[in-house]
């Protein structure tokens, strides 16, 4: 009902059916009426979610809510006809809540290299940001992991339980893209059971990233900041003589706390969390993809620039950010980075930049930028303030994003 609206324009959506006057909701937050006045007007943007979150915390609604979420996945030649329904039945299945409910005696497990193939196809899809594909081949892979998980005995069940660890986790990393947290936490949950039956230090770290990220997803920064410190705890004893896919996962968990600490507005604590994320990517000594980290050097840059964003420090990530080569990351990385970007430069009026980039992402990963909030809010504002008819390469886009009915 409201994903043709600005994040400001929600806001005052859902406080006008809270019945809170505007004094009131500003109070709530720690705001002046007249700051809330130019936020619902779309004369400030709403652009960080430290602050989203303390809006929608006080009008007791989902943060979801406030960014539009989630957006219907559309159909592709990639997603066939049933995408997140069907996934969303596959992990409310009930036969998976227990091994005395499970597959039928004469079911034939998958082999583990075939397992694994499975596993890596929808892991690759989802860093490059094709989410039909994975959504549809997901269920299918869930069924074949749990299949084996069961069949299997020693250090063949430990592996077959790492495998629908990652599984779980491609689910839930997928699931958070398309704005669909609830689900992704059910995803992650079940993968982080899974990765403690394995027995593989890395593929646990995994899963606990999988679940700091949909901590933030649903604005529990805290949380969040505290499970990558508790996290972190678990692998450094193993540090010593930690291999790549080990650092890669140490180092990545703290990318995901320097996110979460920067939405809470804790810079110390961002600021200990890029340091450490740095020194674990000098001692890889190059950008990997281990483990579907895409860690090193350069993830790290990035994060310097996502967290600037989110911290408020804008001229920082719009000088930096450019500057950035992402092109050796998977698409994932280079697309979330060039929405960065997008946003630092719009907020200091380069829109012409900022739509640049955005056409670019969009060019690489459609998918990706279209459920994205940042690209869906900075078309919206673009277009709301424009007089008269945007600029046609806007209009496109909106047009291509689903997002603004009918002509300007």
């Known amino acids: 009902m409201t994903e043709n609206l600005t994040i400001g324009e929600r806001v005052a959506w859902y406080r006008r059916r809270r019945g809170l006057s505007q004094e009131v909701l500003a109070g709530l937050v720690g705001r002046t009426t007249d700051w809330l006045s130019k936020a619902e007007n779309n004369r400030i943007e709403l652009d960080r979610l430290s602050v989203i979150t303390s809006l929608a915390e006080a009008l007791d609604v989902s943060l979801g809510d406030l960014l539009a979420e989630p957006t219907l996945l559309e159909w592709s030649s990639d997603s066939g006809r049933r995408t997140v329904p069907a996934l969303r039945d596959a992990l409310m299945d009930y036969k998976q809540l227990t091994p005395l409910l499970g597959s039928p005696p004469d079911e034939e497990p998958p082999t583990l290299p075939s397992l694994r193939a499975s596993v890596e196809e929808v892991l690759d899809a989802y860093q490059a940001s094709r989410y039909g594909f994975a959504t549809r081949r997901l269920p299918l892979v869930l069924a074949d992991a749990l299949a084996a998980s069961r069949a299997y005995s020693g250090h063949d069940r430990e592996e077959a339980h790492a495998q629908l660890a990652l599984t779980y986790q491609g689910a839930a990393m997928v699931l958070g893209k398309v704005g669909e947290t609830e689900l992704a936490w059910i995803a992650a949950d079940r993968g982080l059971a899974a990765a403690q039956i394995s027995g593989q230090s890395a593929v646990l770290g995994s899963l606990f990233r999988a679940v700091t990220h949909c901590l933030l997803a649903t604005g529990r920064f805290a949380p969040a900041i505290q499970l990558v410190n508790d996290a972190a705890a678990t692998m450094q004893p193993d540090l010593a003589r930690a291999d790549d896919e080990h650092l890669s996962v140490y180092g990545t968990l703290f990318l995901t706390g320097a996110m979460a600490a920067a939405r809470a507005e804790d810079r110390a604590t961002t600021q200990t969390f890029l340091r450490e994320a740095d020194e674990t990517a000098q001692r890889l000594g190059a950008d990997a993809n281990h483990l579907w980290t895409a860690f090193g050097p350069t993830n790290v840059a990035i994060h310097c620039v996502a967290t600037a964003g989110e911290l408020g ?35 200091w009026n380069r829109t012409d930049d900022a739509l640049d980039a955005l056409l670019d992402a969009e060019q690489i990963a459609p998918e990706q930028v279209r459920h994205h909030y940042l690209s869906r809010e900075l078309v919206i504002g673009w277009i709301r303030g424009t007089r008269g008819r945007p600029s046609q390469p806007v209009a496109d886009l909106a047009r291509r994003l689903h997002i603004v009915a009918g002509g300007y």
């Open 313 to 347: 420090d804008l001229q920082v990530a719009a000088d930096l950010g450019p500057r950035i080569d992402t092109s050796g990351l998977p698409v994932e990385r280079r697309v979330r980075h060039s929405l960065e970007v997008a946003r630092a430069l719009s907020s």
